[in-house]
């Protein structure tokens, strides 16, 4: 039987650094097979948990990027009325009675599977993601509580398809928008924050390998210290991550005025932040200058 | 039946003590979720404790709120269990502890207060050009023609905001994009010929607003231009519910709709005969729910309330009046344009309280960050 120390080793094999805390709630959410709620600011790895999920569990991943006005035919299944169309047209020379029309157009040929249809017709339960489920509407969401519980899906002109295997279900939210208290009630819950020092040095160590050990120490120095000012855009783990790889493909090993006011962009994406940012600069600076020789 | 303090010494008996625990602290936690937690804990490891209370709460929590707090309320339950002595009588309700006395609120004071504010600060800025500076100029600090100026502003913000385009499609009569769906399901009754075309378009999505602005003493200064804005609003949607209350809570929104602004404003101060009296914000959001919010209230109204947060009543019933108002919109804004102010810190007790039921305060004393506001909605 798997732990939560396996979960632990096995995210880590693919460069994901996880805490205690999320090891434990992926852990229960494989084990009673329920889905886990994710939330938290943007770019802290909501998303990525699932894709290393996916890897991790050696199956696939299915995801669906919600949407306003993302509907049932955009995320369950469509038919593919052009084909539908030119069919009808070619039955049409043979004189085909109506039923033999209607079951040869609404046929699983024609049906086009979109993400949660296929998520529930997978010979082995894959890593289903819904991503950003706040930003669909609140009939989306009702919707979704169906599938979630009942695990089928009904097509007036087939029937209704059960699963084969249940999916291992994540969602996230940005909390663009509060989400039902029915939904939450079906889902367990993970609150992700930015990380704390420690643990966003060992997720860089571990993502971005090329960067110099000191300048690693430094980066996430400064990205504390900007994260504490109040910016439009505060930047996540993504931008750290993104700076190192920048820093080291120039191959900076340490950081100065002038090179974070030149890369400031890959961090920064509001231009006041950037004015702001730039004009605390020295300050900024020093703070984590002096922490940088204490530690 | 053992008392709630009765420390158990099962597995069982203690998450459901636990549970009943946190359900005093707000937590929703059924059956189900009880069910759930003893589930998790047959497949975790139960010596670590870390892992206990780590299952605990990601099968316990249902929001930020929540989870954040749980290592709290989890040390506190613990805290209270040992002071429990074995099945002795007590109860749990002890540990609530008395809310702090809240200082009387001096309007007179808040007052002088804001009377004092130096008022040079955007008057240097003339430099700039006449709008720049109108835009950052507290409301409360305009004359006629400023005041009638942003309301122009704020009218043509209004009507676009009001009026988004969905993604969302509908049938349409005109031939803007054809819905393939429909236009097959329906020509099929017919034979395998297309006659008819069904066309679509953009839904067009009206936002809901539930409006209450304060309008008691404290609230003098910025409440009569909340009414010129919202009379804006008025004029660009028709799917707006206005209230104002001090005391006691007025509906007056047909009184918004019909005439033009100064009829408007003398009929609402007719209506509400306390204009620039005391407040009981708790007491009037709570009529506002019990009234009118099965009604008025869904998943697609924004809530907007526009006060200052000084309560004169009892605390809890301003806390419960919002958690009911919160639970059943889309979103609370709150707007207190006393929280431009640089040293603003949401002190008032009542204002605390609720910030847990609320998406964000703002504060909307100048054009600028009314604009932020109206951005969220």
Not at chain 1, 91 to 114: C, G, P, V, W
């Amino acid at each position: 039987m798997m732990t939560v120390e396996d979960i632990q080793r096995m995210m880590s094999s693919e460069a994901y650094v996880v805490d205690k805390a999320i090891a434990i709630s992926i852990f229960l959410s494989i084990q009673l097979q329920k889905p886990l709620l994710i939330e938290g600011p943007a770019g802290v790895g909501k998303t990525e948990i699932a894709k290393v999920m996916a890897k991790a569990l050696d199956t696939e991943l299915i995801r669906l990027q919600c949407y306003e006005g993302l509907d049932a035919n955009h995320a369950i299944y469509e038919w593919h009325y052009q084909r539908q169309l030119l069919h009808l047209k070619m039955l049409e020379r043979e004189d085909a009675t109506r039923q033999d029309l209607d079951k040869a157009i609404f046929s699983e040929d024609f049906l086009m599977e979109r993400p949660l249809l296929q998520a529930i017709r997978q010979p082995k339960s894959p890593v289903l993601l819904i991503d950003e489920v706040d930003r669909s509407d609140e009939e989306f969401e009702s919707f979704l509580l169906e599938l979630l519980s009942d695990w089928q899906i009904t097509i007036p002109e087939i029937g209704t398809i059960k699963a084969t295997t249940q999916p291992y279900v994540i969602l996230t939210g940005n909390r663009t928008r509060e989400l039902s208290e029915a939904l939450r009630r079906r889902c367990l819950y993970l609150w992700i924050d930015y990380p704390d020092f420690d643990k966003e040095l060992m997720i860089l160590r571990s993502k971005v390998p090329a960067v110099d050990k000191e300048l690693g120490v430094q980066i996430c120095n400064f990205m504390k210290e900007l994260r504490a000012m109040k910016l439009e855009k505060t930047p996540g783990v993504a931008e750290t991550l993104d700076w190192a790889e920048a820093l080291a493909t120039m191959h900076f090993d340490h950081l100065d005025k002038e090179v974070i006011s030149d890369t400031l962009g890959v961090i920064l994406k509001d231009w006041q932040d950037i004015r702001t940012v730039s004009n605390s600069l020295s300050e900024l600076l020093e703070r984590t200058g002096v922490r940088s020789k204490i530690g | 039946m053992d008392s709630l303090i009765t420390r158990q010494t099962s597995l069982s008996g203690n998450v459901i003590l636990l549970g009943r625990y946190l359900r005093s602290k707000g937590y929703n936690i059924s059956s189900s979720e009880e069910s759930d937690a003893m589930r998790s804990l047959s497949v975790i490891n139960l010596k670590s404790e870390y892992q206990y209370w780590n299952t605990l709460r990601a099968v316990f929590s249902k929001n930020k709120y929540q989870y954040e707090n749980f290592e709290d309320h989890y040390k506190s339950y613990q805290h209270e269990m040992k002071k429990a002595v074995d099945s002795k009588v007590k109860t749990l309700s002890g540990d609530k502890k008395k809310p702090v006395k809240s200082k009387t609120p001096s309007i007179e004071a808040l007052k002088s207060w804001l009377y004092n504010q130096p008022q040079t600060d955007e008057v240097q800025m003339s430099s700039f050009s006449n709008v720049e500076v109108l835009v950052k100029k507290d409301f409360a600090q305009m004359d006629q023609d400023e005041m009638r100026l942003i309301l122009q502003v704020l009218r043509e913000l209004a009507a676009k905001i009001l009026r988004k385009k969905s993604r969302s499609k509908k049938i349409s009569r005109r031939h803007s994009q054809i819905d393939l769906r429909q236009t097959l399901r329906q020509n099929l009754r017919s034979g395998t010929d297309i006659n008819d075309i069904v066309w679509s378009e953009k839904k067009i999505k009206k936002l809901k607003l539930v409006l209450l602005c304060d309008v008691s003493r404290s609230m003098d200064l910025y409440s009569r231009f909340f009414i010129q804005m919202i009379y804006a609003f008025h004029k660009g949607s028709d799917r707006i519910e206005t209230f104002v209350f001090s005391t006691a809570l007025h509906q007056v929104t047909d009184l918004l709709t019909h005439h033009d602004y100064d009829q408007a404003l003398d009929k609402i101060s007719k209506r509400v005969p306390q204009w620039s009296g005391g407040t009981k914000i708790g007491t009037c959001l709570d009529r506002f729910f019990s009234d009118h919010g099965h009604h008025m209230l869904d998943r697609k109204t924004v809530t907007i309330i526009l006060s200052d947060g000084w309560d004169t009543g009892e605390e809890s019933l301003m806390k419960d009046a919002m958690k009911s108002i919160y639970k059943s919109s889309r979103k609370v804004l709150w707007l207190n344009p006393l929280a431009g102010h640089p040293d603003f810190e949401p002190e008032v007790i009542g204002l605390k309280n609720v910030l847990p039921y609320i998406n964000g305060l703002h504060a909307a004393h100048n054009l600028v960050s009314l604009k932020k506001v109206l951005a969220l909605l």
